[in-house]
């Protein structure tokens, strides 16, 4: 059973920056895709970003490239997000989820369905 944590959720000025971390627990989470979806009030869970098993390719939604940079260490079981030039419209509860290691293309991961396993979620609130 893959187990998933977020933290370092928060409220920050517009302009701002955060880094959000998502420990894991599993023997094998070098072979899980990683990726972060987010969902405001009212509105869909979008694809934010996502890194393959190897670190070397990352894909990003259009609204953050530039400004977040997802990253992992395999050797401490644990995904990050950091996000800068923080906007108010980046408000969102923040998931961090695990995609089964045959998901490994962009198309792919972009889609949550693709994943398996979901942490329980970090609040992050932009004031402008």
């Known amino acids: 059973q893959v187990q998933l944590i977020e933290s370092g959720g928060g409220l920050v000025q517009a302009g701002g920056s955060l880094r959000l971390s998502c420990a894991t627990s599993g023997r094998t989470f070098s072979s899980y895709p990683m990726g972060w979806f987010r969902q405001a009030p009212g509105k869909e869970r979008e694809f934010v970003t996502a890194?393959?098993?190897?670190?070397?390719?990352?894909y990003y939604a259009d609204s953050v490239k530039g400004r977040f940079t997802i990253s992992r260490d395999n050797a401490k079981n644990t995904v990050y997000l950091q996000m800068n030039s923080l906007k108010p419209e980046d408000t969102a509860v923040y998931y961090c989820?695990?995609?089964?290691?045959?998901?490994?293309?962009?198309?792919?991961?972009?889609?949550?369905?693709?994943?398996?396993?979901w942490g329980q979620g970090t609040q992050v609130t932009v004031s402008s």
């Open positions: 890194i393959i098993w190897s670190g070397y390719s990352t």
């Open positions: 989820a695990a995609a089964r290691e045959n998901y490994t293309s962009s198309y792919s991961l972009r889609h949550d369905t693709n994943y398996n396993y």
